[in-house]
């Protein structure tokens, strides 16, 4: 296991199209998180996971996102009609709780909307 | 509302000698404190963390300082060296969920 992976690493879009991502975590963490990173800030807090059920979505999470994680394994997150305001990186963290609190991120998945 | 202030935003500091690196926060609750480092293009990826029970951590360069009563952490990196330079994010996490809080980063470039 070479850590989490993110897919895709780049993705460009027009505005009003929707976009999926996917995130791969580590593969016994049964924790899942998703951030919001903007250019030269760091990564904000969307939602998370413990297996497959979401608990936690923060209010920067619109009702154009959704985000899913199937059989607790891997997590898609989806933005519906993008608006160039979703122009970020996002992140997807795992981590194994409750026995270890080290979150490990992926490489992210830089979208533009043009 | 910005719970994590970092300072400075930027620094320059020569081959050998120290950054420091400064947080505050503001919610108490907050009882989890880990820095992570992110290179360009990359993820970020947990340099070292410390909980309010101390005051001090050490782990080779890199020492985290605890000021629990002024609500203030900095991390403090001893000897920089040029593969040092990065973007530095101070964080805070409460409770069982763990999400972490960052502070706004801070760019650390060493002079060789």
């Known amino acids: 296991d070479t850590g989490v992976s993110q897919n895709p690493r780049h993705k460009i879009t027009k505005r009003g199209q929707n976009v999926t991502f996917r995130c791969d975590p580590i593969?016994?963490?049964?924790?899942l998180y998703w951030y919001r990173q903007t250019l030269g800030q760091g990564p904000e807090f969307l939602t998370y996971?413990?297996?497959?059920?979401?608990?936690?979505k923060s209010r920067l999470l619109s009702d154009r996102f959704s985000a899913e994680r199937p059989k607790g394994s891997f997590s898609t997150l989806e933005i519906q009609r993008t608006e160039q305001g979703d122009s970020a990186m996002y992140l997807c963290?795992?981590?194994?709780?409750?026995?270890?609190?080290?979150?490990?991120f992926g490489q992210g998945t830089r979208l533009t909307v043009v | 509302q910005q719970q994590v202030k970092q300072s400075p935003q930027s620094l320059i500091v020569q081959k050998g000698g120290i950054s420091i690196i400064n947080c505050a926060y503001e919610?108490?609750?907050?009882?989890?404190f880990p820095w992570y480092q992110q290179f360009p293009g990359k993820g970020p990826a947990l340099l070292i963390a410390?909980?309010?029970?101390?005051s001090e951590k050490k782990e080779g360069r890199f020492t985290i300082s605890f000021n629990k009563s002024a609500k203030q952490f900095s991390l403090h990196i001893m000897d920089s060296q040029p593969g040092d330079s990065a973007t530095y994010f101070c964080?805070?996490?409460?409770?069982?969920?763990?999400?972490?809080?960052f502070g706004s980063g801070t760019q650390l470039t060493v002079l060789p």
């Open positions: 963290a795992s981590s194994l709780s409750p026995s270890n609190t080290e979150a490990f």
């Open positions: 593969s016994e963490h049964n924790r």
């Open positions: 996971f413990q297996n497959e059920a979401q608990l936690e």
């Open positions: 919610n108490t609750a907050f009882d989890y």
């Open positions: 410390i909980r309010p029970d101390v």
């Open positions: 964080a805070a996490s409460r409770g069982s969920a763990r999400q972490l809080t």
